[in-house]
């Protein structure tokens, strides 16, 4: 797949994430940043923030926060909501 694909994807999903997020009432979600610079990486790498070898340098990655979601989501346990 390229780089190009995998970016196209990427979207569709966190498109896709978004929307299902909205749907759940009282929950919400912000992206942040999703393409980050080399020396932005490094800077966050440096300050404890980030990774050197982030997916952001490809556009694979995005920064987000969530009402309540986010923490379900990050520890694997499936939303009850």
């Given amino acids: 797949?390229?780089?190009r694909?995998?970016?196209i994807?990427?979207?569709r999903l966190v498109c896709e994430f978004g929307v299902w997020v909205f749907s759940l009432p009282g929950y919400e979600i912000a992206f942040?940043?999703?393409k980050?610079?080399?020396l932005q990486a490094q800077a966050?790498?440096?300050n404890g923030t980030g990774i050197n070898n982030s997916l952001h340098l490809e556009g694979l990655a995005v920064d987000q926060t969530a009402n309540r979601i986010m923490s379900?989501?990050?520890i694997g346990?499936?939303?009850?909501?």
Avoid: I, Y
């Fill in 9 to 11: 994807l990427f979207t």
């Fill in 72 to 74: 379900l989501v990050n």
């Fill in 5 to 7: 694909e995998q970016r």
């Fill in 44 to 46: 966050n790498a440096s």
């Fill in 32 to 34: 942040g940043e999703v």
């Fill in 36 to 38: 980050r610079s080399k």
């Fill in 1 to 3: 797949m390229t780089l």
């Fill in 77 to 81: 346990k499936p939303c009850t909501c």
